[in-house]
């Protein structure tokens, strides 16, 4: 919460500084650029975290009320909560778009030639067939994997590193622990994990929203 009020004061300083006119700013100075830079890295900030606009107005003149020692239209604490259910309500909204975003994907995919679903709401594809030993929950495996969101974006590969990962299979995500027990060692499997399968409301970092569908090509390299 800090860190988005934090950002917000940022935004306010540069559009107000920036109110007269937004897109002529001349770069003159070290503080010019470092401030252009700044509204760069808070725009990008905000854009990312679900704004697809901000009242210029408005905030500039709030921060002309508090620096001006003008009385605010919103007390602090008012304030504060304000922007709090605002971002349980982005929050809130990309979710719910996730959820209708992966299952719209799921329910056409599962309908395609090859594309099993089983029991759990995985899918799954089977890329090549391996001959080894299928591995249970216990085995630790290493795997290549490359994985992405339902619109394409990567959000984490082996394969690109070049360096394949090992870990114990009851060690990931449920999907990839019922998948990795249907294949045998040289296996490459495409698999289609639910987000309650994979990592749920929490979504994991920056880079896995909640409640995202994940998709991910896996080849179980070895049992260890």
Not at 83 to 97: A, C, G, M, N, W
Not at 129 to 135: E, I, R
Request: some cysteine.
């Amino acid at each position: 919460m800090k860190n988005k009020l934090f950002i917000l004061g940022i935004v306010v300083t540069f559009v107000a500084c920036n109110q007269t006119s937004y897109n002529n700013v001349e770069l003159n100075t070290q503080m010019d650029s470092v401030s252009y830079s700044l509204g760069i890295s808070v725009a990008n900030n905000l854009k990312s975290s679900g704004f697809e606009s901000i009242e210029n107005q408005a905030v500039a003149s709030a921060f002309s009320d508090v620096f001006e020692g003008n009385e605010v239209k919103i007390n602090e604490e008012d304030a504060n909560m304000l922007i709090q259910d605002y971002f349980v309500e982005l929050s809130q909204k990309k979710s719910q778009e996730a959820i209708s975003t992966g299952q719209a994907f799921l329910d056409e995919n599962g309908k395609k030639e090859g594309v099993t679903t089983t029991a759990s709401g995985l899918q799954f594809e089977v890329l090549t067939n391996g001959t080894g030993a299928t591995p249970v929950e216990k085995d630790q495996v290493t795997v290549h994997y490359h994985g992405t969101l339902v619109d394409g974006t990567v959000f984490d590969s082996s394969v690109e590193r070049g360096q394949p990962a090992t870990f114990p299979v009851n060690g990931v995500i449920p999907g990839w622990v019922e998948a990795l027990q249907l294949m045998n060692v040289g296996s490459k499997y495409k698999l289609y994990i639910p987000s309650d399968l994979a990592y749920g409301e929490r979504g994991a970092g920056g880079s896995i929203g909640p409640n995202e569908t994940l998709i991910f090509e896996v080849e179980l390299l070895s049992i260890n």
